[in-house]
């Protein structure tokens, strides 16, 4: 009988290219697998961010809009205004026997507004920057005219804590003053 000849695979390291270009291509697909998922983890992260601010930035608007048709803070701006212009005290208004005065009523309004206000940015639920440039001026004028009737108030009471929003708020903005964009 004639022995026949068997053809030998081609091996490589101890095996046929075909385990090589299979195991190739599994490893490639992995590897594609693994890229695919950074990417997309990436993009997700950059669209959760977009949205966030999206998010803060409506919430920003959605509150100045309300403010303009809030009766009782147009009223409080209204008095406290009054005050601004006749170059009032503050200060005197935050003493005991003034408690029930309505003036101070709506400098508390207005103090405990922009208290609410400075926290939703701090916590990043407002747009610092929108809100910025919408009543910058009329912030800082009223915490320069407020400050003083704020201290007097952190003393009678003695909290340290009180208004300290509203006050880390103007401080940061004293600092990094709005500039024209002309």
């Known amino acids: 009988m004639d022995p026949v000849a068997v053809e030998q695979p081609l091996l490589y390291l101890g095996e046929t290219i075909g385990f090589w270009v299979q195991t190739a291509v599994i490893l490639l697909g992995a590897g594609a697998a693994v890229v695919t998922i950074?990417?997309?983890?990436?993009?997700?992260?950059?669209?959760?961010?977009?949205?966030?601010?999206?998010?803060?930035?409506?919430?920003?608007?959605?509150?100045?809009?309300?403010?303009?048709?809030?009766?009782?803070?147009?009223?409080?701006?209204?008095?406290?205004?009054?005050?601004?212009?006749?170059?009032?005290?503050?200060?005197?208004?935050?003493?005991?026997?003034?408690?029930?005065?309505?003036?101070?009523?709506?400098?508390?309004?207005?103090?405990?507004?922009?208290?609410?206000?400075?926290?939703?940015?701090?916590?990043?639920?407002?747009?610092?920057?929108i809100y910025k440039r919408a009543v910058y001026s009329?912030?800082?004028?009223?915490?320069?005219?407020?400050?003083?009737?704020?201290m007097e108030l952190r003393r009678q009471n003695q909290i340290d804590t009180l208004f300290q929003e509203f006050e880390l708020l103007a401080k940061r903005w004293d600092q990094q003053k709005l500039h024209c964009d002309a």
Not at 46 to 64: F, G, P, V, W, Y
Not at 67 to 80: A, G
Not at 99 to 127: K, V, W
Request: hydrophobic share 35%.
């Open 38 to 129: 950074i990417i997309n983890g990436r993009l997700s992260r950059r669209s959760i961010s977009h949205n966030e601010k999206l998010s803060q930035q409506r919430a920003t608007i959605d509150l100045l809009l309300t403010q303009r048709t809030d009766q009782n803070l147009i009223e409080s701006k209204k008095s406290v205004g009054a005050i601004h212009n006749n170059g009032g005290d503050f200060t005197s208004l935050a003493t005991r026997d003034k408690a029930q005065d309505e003036t101070r009523s709506h400098i508390l309004s207005i103090i405990n507004n922009y208290e609410f206000i400075a926290l939703g940015i701090r916590e990043g639920a407002l747009d610092e920057s």
């Open 138 to 150: 009329q912030v800082m004028r009223d915490w320069r005219a407020m400050k003083a009737f704020i």
